[in-house]
């Protein structure tokens, strides 16, 4: 059952005064052409944004846990043990912020390099760090270090992946753009 016509177009106006800006300015129909005619489409990776959204939520946690497991078993490691996890957290703590703002970056702007760097930092520095410090028995692996080590695996996994997939899509839509926008130019000289 439908609503008569004068009570729905009231309804409209009601809503439209109601629930829209008056004083918010009106695109001219030159705007809505220049809007219109962008054609710009998004290739955000929507599985990479999440993994990086989690993954910068989830590091303070793995961090902390890192720190105090390393606190309690640090008198039972022999010293180059010692030396070698204290490198390896610093160089993760680094790698990590550096390799997450590469992902933020290079995924939201769509940016070929940096998330290329995101991708080669994930899968060369920061994966096998993670799998030296959750399988080396040597270090005194603590349950909790073994259970964040493996979330955390799990976390760079599966950005490595939705990172491929994501450059592999940016770099087919920037190559089209470029050829495209070669098309344009002969079109301009032959007109």
């Given at each position: ?7 729905r177009r009231r309804?409209?106006?009601?809503s439209?005064?109601v ?5 918010h300015?009106?695109?001219s129909?030159?705007?809505h ?6 054609n710009r ?9 999440m ?9 303070p946690l793995?961090?902390i846990?890192?720190?105090?497991m390393?606190?309690?078993k640090?008198p ?7 030396f070698i996890?204290i490198t ?11 390799r997450l ?10 940016k070929?390099p940096e998330l290329?760097?995101f991708w ?5 520095l ?8 959750l399988?080396?028995e040597?270090?005194?692996i603590q349950?909790?270090?073994r ?5 955390l ?5 599966a950005?490595?992946l939705s990172?491929?997939v994501a450059l592999r ?8 753009r470029?050829h495209?926008?070669?098309f344009n130019?002969?079109?301009e000289?032959?007109a």
């Amino acid at each position: 059952m439908d609503l008569p016509e004068p009570i729905r177009r009231r309804l409209g106006d009601f809503s439209r005064t109601v629930f829209v800006d008056p004083t918010h300015s009106r695109l001219s129909p030159e705007d809505h052409v220049t809007f219109l005619n962008q054609n710009r489409e998004v290739v955000s990776n929507l599985p990479l944004q999440m993994s990086l959204f989690f993954n910068l939520w989830f590091f303070p946690l793995w961090w902390i846990s890192e720190v105090v497991m390393l606190h309690l078993k640090y008198p039972a490691l022999p010293d180059y043990y010692k030396f070698i996890l204290i490198t390896i957290l610093i160089l993760m703590t680094l790698i990590e912020a550096i390799r997450l703002y590469l992902g933020y970056a290079g995924n939201l702007q769509e940016k070929v390099p940096e998330l290329a760097g995101f991708w080669l930092l994930s899968l060369l520095l920061q994966f096998p760090l993670t799998l030296f410090q959750l399988f080396n028995e040597a270090i005194l692996i603590q349950p909790l270090e073994r259970g964040v080590h493996i979330v955390l695996a799990l976390f760079i996994l599966a950005e490595a992946l939705s990172g491929f997939v994501a450059l592999r899509a940016m770099v087919r839509h920037t190559e089209s753009r470029f050829h495209l926008r070669q098309f344009n130019g002969i079109q301009e000289l032959g007109a």
